[in-house]
């Protein structure tokens, strides 16, 4: 099992920035793709960012690339989701998610077996 807890959300004004942080708990975390997706209220869940197990890539949404950056710290077991130039539509809950061992990950909230509680972020304008 894998636990997920983020932290960082909160109130912020139209251009800030906001870093949001994801512990995991375990020993398995620098083998599997860590995500994050966000869910604004009367909204489906949407994908948001990922970075790989292997090689570290990583892949956004269209709506965030240029104004969001995802990476991981495998000897803090931690993943991170930079947030620059944030709008009033970046509002919602943002959750962590972790793939299975070794797998790839994706864009879908199906790609990932482990999700965290969420940490909420409102942008003001």
């Known amino acids: 099992q894998v636990q997920l807890v983020e932290s960082g959300g909160g109130l912020v004004q139209a251009g800030g920035s906001l870093r949001l942080s994801c512990a995991a708990s375990g020993r398995t975390f620098s083998r599997r793709t860590m995500g994050w997706f966000r869910q604004a209220p009367g909204k489906e869940r949407e994908f948001v960012a990922s970075?790989?197990?292997?090689?570290?890539?990583?892949d956004a949404a269209d709506s965030v690339k240029g104004r969001f950056t995802i990476a991981r710290d495998n000897a803090k077991n931690t993943v991170y989701l930079q947030m620059y130039s944030l709008k009033p539509e970046d509002t919602a809950a943002y959750y962590c998610?972790?793939?299975?061992?070794?797998?790839?990950?994706?864009?879908?909230?199906?790609?990932?077996?482990?999700w965290g509680q969420g940490t909420q972020v409102t942008v003001s304008s």
């Open positions: 970075i790989r197990w292997s090689g570290g890539s990583t």
């Open positions: 998610v972790a793939s299975r061992a070794l797998a790839q990950g994706g864009s879908r909230w199906y790609d990932y077996d482990y």
